[in-house]
């Protein structure tokens, strides 16, 4: 099990990445949104303890779209085409911590508006982070002579979202970095992301 993390400082989190989670077109973005988000990520930057894990596992895929993974065989049209010509795949879980679920609570006591923007911010904040990952990542298998293939989580296309009962059974990152996962399978702390990404050689 490999432990990543990263100073929030570090992180590129992208303004209008965090202004289309708010729901914004880029067309009618003015320079005051700009100003307002970008100090809410300021904000959300001296909250976030961005850390992940992350493990490599072998995988097989039938023509018939079961895939074995190591917590198990699924059944996923969708991931089995993600992961076509792949023999190996990373499997992460990445939070940016509880501070900022205590931060975004008292916001949304204080200011409905300004809990919107902070939760906008935290999305674009977290997939920072699994970028930043996924690149580390990309250069080390670029480094095999491999190529790695996009993220794909539980909960997209028509890979169940019961997957992250998997995940987390073989991840275990309740003990790592402090992430779990709940009856209803939403994750704890809120801002977290569960992913696969497949390894072609």
Known sequence: MDIYTINAKDLVINEYEALRYLGYVRS??????????????????????????????????SEDF????PYGIIHSKDLATNLNGCSEIYIFAATIGPRFDMALTRQRQISIAKAAVYQSVGAATVEALCDTLNEDLRRKVLEEGGTLHPRFSP???????????????????????????????????????????????
């Open 155 to 201: 909960g997209f296309g028509d890979m169940s979202l019961d997957n992250q009962k998997g995940i987390f059974s073989v991840l275990r990152p309740e003990k790592s970095i402090g992430l779990t996962l709940k009856d209803n399978l939403i994750m704890a702390p809120e801002k977290s992301v569960t992913a696969i990404i497949g390894i072609e050689k």
């Open 28 to 61: 009618s973005i003015t320079d005051e949104d700009i100003e307002m988000v970008k100090a809410a990520i300021e904000e959300v930057r001296g909250l976030a303890a961005p850390k992940a894990c992350f493990e490599r596992y072998p995988v097989t895929i």
């Open 66 to 69: 079961d895939i074995t993974m």
